[in-house]
């Protein structure tokens, strides 16, 4: 078997167990693959993954930053690897590092509303509540099939962009109503 499919067989198992409830033994088998490819970023994916599973986020760090740093990961695992990374920095209390690195997320998929949500997460632990909020409104009225929120889109983003504009945000919510 040459080596490829040695690590993609290798690999797929250890996804497997992972995926079964078992991420004790899938981490022991990634982080041997992880020493044996260390340039390969999908395994350093996984590795992370795993290891933010098992609620080891310091180990996560590293192979999540392989896996970003690496080439070859889909854009879903890149999409994965941005939000797990940056979680998990906002986790630890790395709060300007989640933000920074959850931004770089959104230069890539820059529609991505689980991206903006995590990014405001960030922000409010950061200290900018403001700007979470403005973040979370704007994410609302471009993603919501609510009818309610439809109807009142534009008061919502008006609001969004001036938060302390009370007075004229609720006079634009009345002419949408009325």
Sequence with gaps: MSDDRERDAALARAVRLREQGH???A????????????ED???????AWVHDSLGLETEA???????LGGTGLSPDDRHGAFLGLGSTHRILGSYGAAVRILRGGLEEFPDDPALHAFLAMALYSDGDAREAVRLLLKTLTATSD??????????IEYYADD??????AHEGEQEEAG
């Design 163 to 168: 938060l302390d504009g009370v007075h004229e």
């Design 27 to 38: 981490r022991e088998r990634l982080v041997e693959l992880a020493e044996r490819y260390p």
């Design 61 to 67: 760090v590293p192979f999540y930053e392989r896996a």
């Design 23 to 25: 991420p004790g033994p």
């Design 41 to 47: 970023a999908e395994v350093a994916y996984q590795t």
């Design 146 to 155: 609510d009818r309610r929120v439809r109807e009142y889109r534009r008061a």
